[in-house]
């Protein structure tokens, strides 16, 4: 696993309130389907609805008394590879080494694929392959322009 | 304020543990009173006492049914800029904005000047200038050698 992250992803409850209060701040970025990114150096922040994380990340509580909600940390980091091998390879290396798979790769929505691991203090990683965020050599990502849908073949 | 991030934080129960484990994983830091730095592209990833951390960000519960524990998502991110003016002026509009300054700006143990604030759904910041972590023209951190202790003149 290189030592990078491709993306921080802030889970909140409302997009719009926000991305105003980012805004203010006087950070720019593109909204697609509810989700916001900003381009921030070599990587990207997103803001995306929490409990779409929480089920992205496959969060689900195994006490009765903790809800599914609270054992969230509302946030998770991204590591994009280059391929689909690398994305289950680093999974399985994670899980060797004491973590906890909670979503095992599979297909993505946005059309690449990808997987969650949390940490031993339940930090949560997602490793993707997501053909669509160019990566460079040195790792950095680039959020592209999204105001045009993918090319899908004629 | 600029549109970046300078450092991840992750709050950790036992930080031997957790170096153990993202050493598992190929990542090399350095290790500096308790704390982890890992150079990771433009920005750093950090390890932490969770304890510590949450202590650092100023946080505390104001609900008496919610440990300060719980009410921490256990990760900040930190902007680090070139003067103290401007962790003042940057903490001021967040507030202004919508955020809550969980700690005021003050001088900090490692010889900088920073405060925390939570943004509208709680996730932490720390803005901070921290004159030991260069910062490069394009907002880049790079992590120092920490083997050894800053000069501190003669």
Chains 1, 2 share one sequence.
């Not at 997103?46 to 994380?53: E, G, N």
Request: aromatic share 10%; glycine share 12%; net charge negative.
């Amino acid at each position: 696993m290189e030592q990078r992250v491709s993306l921080i992803t802030m889970g909140v409850s409302d997009v719009a309130r926000a991305r105003t209060f980012y805004g203010a701040l006087g950070w720019a970025g593109q909204t697609v389907e509810g989700t916001v990114f900003f381009q921030a150096g070599g990587m990207a922040v997103v803001l995306w609805s929490r409990d779409r994380l929480m089920a992205d990340a496959g969060i689900v509580s195994t006490d009765s008394d903790v809800t599914p909600s609270a054992a969230f940390s509302g946030i998770t980091l991204a590591h994009n590879v280059r391929t689909e091998e690398e994305v289950d390879r680093i999974l399985a290396a994670a899980a060797v080494s004491g973590a906890t798979v909670t979503r095992p790769a599979a297909r993505t929505f946005y059309g690449g694929y990808a997987g969650y691991f949390a940490d031993p203090d339940g930090h949560l990683w997602e490793i993707a392959h997501n053909p669509g965020f160019p990566l460079g050599e040195d790792g950095s990502i680039t959020v592209p322009d999204l105001s045009t849908p993918p090319l899908t073949g004629t």
